[in-house]
């Protein structure tokens, strides 16, 4: 369960300067639950702790690990993904990430992303590229090919200015998507660390977005369809209907959803990550 936080009904206007933030890589979408890396892609070969405090572990998409994703985890957060990189010797298929694979050349790079920002040496491991006013990096090893692609959770430095309200879905939008029967589009529109509470019970995706699209293998797919069908009736403008504000200590400002009677959902939160909304809760417990 979340932590608790406290309502204003207050509209606080904030604004950021437009970034361009990614949210996943190889299938997997940053703020995911731990457990669901482990889940799956099984034990990793490798954990520890950097100097700085964080959490990482390593697990091979390849036996011999000529191909391995790399998961780092906060010191405040430790039981969900910080950043994602995928790293490799091989030449890789698509990983999900503005077209890029492993093994290309530096001019492909370049064809795609443009030059990087800045270049640094990283020894053995080639040249680290990076882009700025993004949250991605790339590493070029020493045969000039591309090693490593890895994005991190770096929201509130891209956006210190915090939630703009601007870029709030409206509920005719949430109920659009919610109702489409898209998987692709429901999962575009929920964050890493989504939560339902339905039938007293709490349902968070249990695998990557990629397999949870193709297999719904944590059932919250098809509850959320199920829960959210009428949804289309809700009327925006009664006194049932409310839209208001929720702060905790230490975290953005939500934007909250509320049904007060006659439907299913009562309440969806959404929060502010990367510069976009997502929906972070789904309360469908009966009162």
Do not use: C
């Not at 669901?36 to 390849?62: M, N, Q, R, W």
């Not at 020894?123 to 680290?128: F, L, P, T, V």
């Not at 990557?208 to 199920?226: H, P, R, V």
């Amino acid at each position: 369960m979340k932590k608790l936080f406290f309502f204003l009904i207050l509209a606080i206007p904030f604004k950021s300067k437009a970034q361009a933030f990614y949210t996943g890589l190889y299938g997997f979408k940053l703020e995911q639950y731990r457990a669901a890396v482990k889940t799956e892609l099984g034990k990793p070969f490798k954990s520890g702790k950097f100097d700085d405090g964080f959490d990482y572990e390593v697990f091979a998409l390849k036996s011999d690990r000529s191909l391995y994703m790399i998961f780092e985890y906060s010191p405040e957060e430790k039981d969900v993904v910080w950043s994602i990189q995928v790293s490799g010797n091989i030449n890789s298929g698509d990983i999900g990430f503005r077209g890029l694979k492993l093994g290309m050349s530096k001019a492909e790079i370049i064809a795609l992303l443009g030059k990087p920002s800045t270049t640094e040496n990283i020894g053995e491991y080639g040249d680290k590229w990076v882009y700025d006013g993004t949250n991605f990096s790339l590493e070029i090893n020493k045969l000039e090919k591309l090693s490593s692609v890895k994005i991190m959770n770096t929201s509130h430095e891209l956006f210190p200015k915090g939630p703009d309200v601007k870029k709030i879905p409206s509920f005719d939008r949430i109920r659009t998507v919610l109702n489409s029967g898209s998987n692709a589009d429901i999962l575009n529109l929920l964050s890493g660390d989504v939560e339902v509470y339905y039938k007293q019970k709490v349902y968070a995706f249990e695998k990557s977005f990629k397999t949870e699209g193709a297999t719904d293998y944590s059932t919250t797919l098809s509850i959320i369809k199920a829960i959210s069908k009428d949804l289309d009736t809700v009327d925006i403008h009664s006194n049932y209907y409310e839209e208001n504000m929720r702060i905790g200590l230490g975290v953005d400002v939500r934007h909250v959803i509320k049904i007060k009677s006659g439907h299913q959902v009562k309440e969806i939160v959404l929060k502010y990550f990367g510069g976009e909304y997502y929906i972070y809760e789904i309360n469908a417990n009966d009162n």
